[in-house]
């Protein structure tokens, strides 16, 4: 994160806080101590805040299909480099769980911060509706307090299968893939996750280079083809 994005965020955090202190007295100050530790970090959030969702929790013998980020110090490392980079690529194995990482790390941003838009893209819309209901279930999991303080526009069972509306103006939106499917949007960042299974990846890498302003991800297992050939800076003839 740049020194002058720091700096507004804690100006604006402040302002936020000094508004609720005055209103609320020490109880307002003391949720306010308690969303800044909670958000501020996104290692933190995801967690002690945050939980996603096993689907095999049965099988792995765990107690819940509902839990916290494990605390594996590469996840900070993720979330330290999505800060300093406009794009970044990712080659994963399915055991990481970079798609959650990747999720959690936009969602927050939405969540915290007014107005922002955030576009997901998969090669098809179940797979992308999948992509939202991380964002929704990351969002559902954390403590009422936390939700209260960042409200969605509407009850999480009311918004469509393809969004997640907050409050204060931000949009999940998820769409399949396809190029054209990009030119509509002007988000603040997009996530392009499975990439190496997208016939058009490379437009719609060129199309996000266009329209995004904040963070551009490339999200997939390594394969033949574009992607493979994009994170290697591999350049082929057309011939």
Same mark, same amino acid.
């Given at each position: ?13 402040? %302002?936020?806080?000094?508004? @609720?202190?005055?209103?609320? =007295?020490?109880? =307002? !100050?003391?949720? $306010? ?5 909670? /958000? ?14 096993? !689907? ?20 900070r ?7 300093q980079?406009?794009? /970044? ?11 959650? &990482? ?7 941003? +939405? ?11 998969? $090669? ?5 509706? $999948?992509?939202? @209901? ?7 999991? $954390? ?16 918004? &469509? ?11 999940? %939106?998820?769409?399949?893939?396809g ?20 016939? !058009?990846?490379? !437009?719609?890498?060129?199309e996000?280079? +266009? ?10 297992? +390594? ?5 493979? @050939? ?8 057309? @011939?």
């Amino acid at each position: 994160m740049s020194i002058s994005k720091l700096k507004h965020m804690l100006k604006r955090l402040e %302002t936020r806080v000094e508004a @609720d202190a005055e209103r609320n =007295g020490p109880a =307002g !100050e003391q949720l $306010q101590k308690r969303l800044w530790e909670a /958000t501020t970090d996104r290692f933190t959030w995801v967690t002690q805040y945050a939980k996603t969702k096993n !689907e095999h929790w049965i099988e792995e013998g765990r107690p819940t299909p509902y839990e916290h980020f494990p605390p594996h110090p590469y996840f900070r490392s993720i979330f330290d480099l999505l800060d300093q980079s406009h794009v /970044t690529w990712f080659e994963k194995s399915r055991d990481m769980m970079l798609s959650w &990482a990747c999720v959690a790390y936009l969602t927050l941003g +939405a969540m915290t911060n007014d107005s922002r838009g955030v576009l997901f893209q998969t $090669q098809k819309e179940d797979k992308v509706i $999948q992509l939202i @209901d991380y964002a929704k279930c990351l969002y559902r999991t $954390q403590p009422k307090w936390l939700r209260e303080a960042f409200p969605l526009a509407k009850p999480i069972e009311k918004q &469509a299968d393809l969004q997640l509306q907050f409050a204060n103006g931000s949009c999940i %939106t998820g769409i399949p893939g396809g190029a054209d499917q990009i030119r509509s949007y002007h988000p603040w960042s997009y996530l392009n996750d499975e990439s190496s299974f997208q016939p !058009e990846a490379g !437009e719609c890498f060129n199309e996000a280079l +266009a329209v995004v302003k904040g963070k551009i991800i490339f999200n997939s297992s +390594a394969g033949p083809g574009w992607y493979a @050939d994009a994170r290697h800076d591999i350049i082929r003839s057309e @011939d």
